[in-house]
């Protein structure tokens, strides 16, 4: 099993940046796509970016294209996301989501490991 624990959400205001981390324990990290997704309330879970194990291959959601960035530190068993420009569009409760593959995933069904979520609220 691979434990997945994700942190910093919070409220900001139009325009500000955060910067999402997940730590991953249990399980060995090796091998594995991972990718944060995120649910707003009344909408279906949606994929936001994604990364492989070695970082060669991204995916980003149209609208968070240019203002988001996925990383990884295989080091560490951590994986990140900073969001920059954020709307009010963003709110949502992110999940981190981890899978062994070594293609670059996408659909929700295809994770295997997620975390708890974390609240990001982009208010004025």
């Known amino acids: 099993q691979v434990q997945l624990v994700e942190s910093g959400g919070g409220l900001v205001q139009p325009g500000d940046s955060l910067r999402l981390a997940c730590a991953a324990s249990?399980?060995?990290?090796?091998?594995?796509?991972m990718g944060w997704f995120r649910q707003a309330p009344g909408k279906e879970r949606e994929i936001v970016a994604a990364?492989?194990?070695?970082?060669?291959?991204?995916f980003y959601a149209a609208a968070v294209k240019g203002r988001f960035t996925i990383s990884r530190d295989n080091a560490k068993n951590s994986l990140y996301l900073q969001m920059n420009s954020l709307k009010p569009e963003d709110t949502a409760v992110y999940y981190c989501?981890?899978?062994?593959?070594?293609?670059?995933?996408?659909?929700?069904?295809?994770?295997?490991?997620w975390g708890q979520g974390t609240q990001v609220t982009v208010s004025s």
């Open positions: 989501a981890a899978t062994y593959s070594v293609r670059l995933i996408t659909r929700s069904s295809e994770y295997n490991y």
């Open positions: 249990g399980r060995t990290f090796t091998s594995t796509t």
């Open positions: 990364i492989t194990w070695t970082s060669d291959t991204t």
